[in-house]
C-alpha cells in the first residue's frame, strides 16, 4: 500500500513508460556515459563523419495532357496565353494578396493556372515559364494547375512549339463518385 501510483503502474506492465523515453536511471546513465573522457581522436572522427547526400536528379518534365485530379509534383514548361487578375486586396497589416487565373498551354494542351501574390508578375500574356513542383487542385469540379510554398515559378527562355488551344484540360467537369466493392 505504500508504494506510489507510478511504481504500481509500472509492476503491472503500464505506466510513464513509452518508446524512447528513459527512467531517471537511465537517462543519468545516459548522460554520465556521454561526458566520459573519450579521446580526441575518436571525438573528431565521429564529427568529421561525412553524411550521406541524396544525389540531385534531373527533373522529368510533363505534357499537360498527362495531368489528372490530385497529382503532383509536377514539372511543366508552359506558354501563358492569358492572365486574368481576380483579386487584388490590401491587408489589414499593409500587405497585398494578389490572385490571377492564367491559361497556358503547351503543344499537347492547355489548362488553367491559378497564380498567387509573387508568381503574378511572372505569368504575363507571351511568357515562357518553367513550373517546378506544381500540382493540381480541384475548383467546382476542374481541374487548376497551382504551385504552393514548395514549388518554383521560372521564366524560361521563349518556346519555338505551337499550342495546342483545342484540348483545354479546365473544361472538363469531374464528379466524385463513390463506389461501393460488392
Known amino acids: 500500500r505504500g508504494r506510489s501510483r507510478t511504481r504500481n503502474a509500472a509492476l503491472r506492465g503500464g505506466g510513464r513508460r513509452r518508446l524512447g523515453v528513459h527512467s531517471r536511471h537511465e537517462r543519468g546513465h545516459a548522460i554520465h556515459a556521454s561526458t566520459s573522457s573519450q579521446p580526441a581522436a575518436m571525438a573528431s572522427t565521429k564529427a568529421a563523419a561525412p553524411e ?11 505534357p499537360i495532357d498527362s495531368l489528372r485530379p490530385g497529382t503532383q509534383n509536377l514539372n511543366l514548361v508552359v506558354k501563358v496565353l492569358d492572365a486574368n487578375e481576380v483579386v487584388n486586396k490590401k491587408r489589414p497589416d499593409g500587405s497585398a494578396v494578389k490572385i490571377a487565373e492564367c491559361r497556358v498551354g503547351d503543344q499537347s494542351g492547355t489548362i488553367m493556372f491559378t497564380a498567387r501574390n509573387k508568381q503574378v508578375d511572372l505569368m504575363k500574356v507571351g511568357n515562357t515559364v518553367t513550373i517546378r513542383n506544381g500540382k493540381i487542385d480541384m475548383f467546382k469540379g476542374t481541374m487548376r494547375l497551382a504551385v504552393d510554398k514548395w514549388g518554383l515559378i521560372q521564366a524560361a527562355a521563349a518556346a ?10 479546365s473544361l472538363v467537369e469531374y464528379e466524385l463518385v463513390a463506389y461501393l466493392d460488392a
Open 160 to 169: 519555338d512549339w505551337e499550342v495546342k488551344m483545342d484540348n483545354n484540360l
Open 52 to 62: 550521406a547526400v541524396a544525389a540531385k536528379t534531373t527533373p522529368e518534365f510533363v
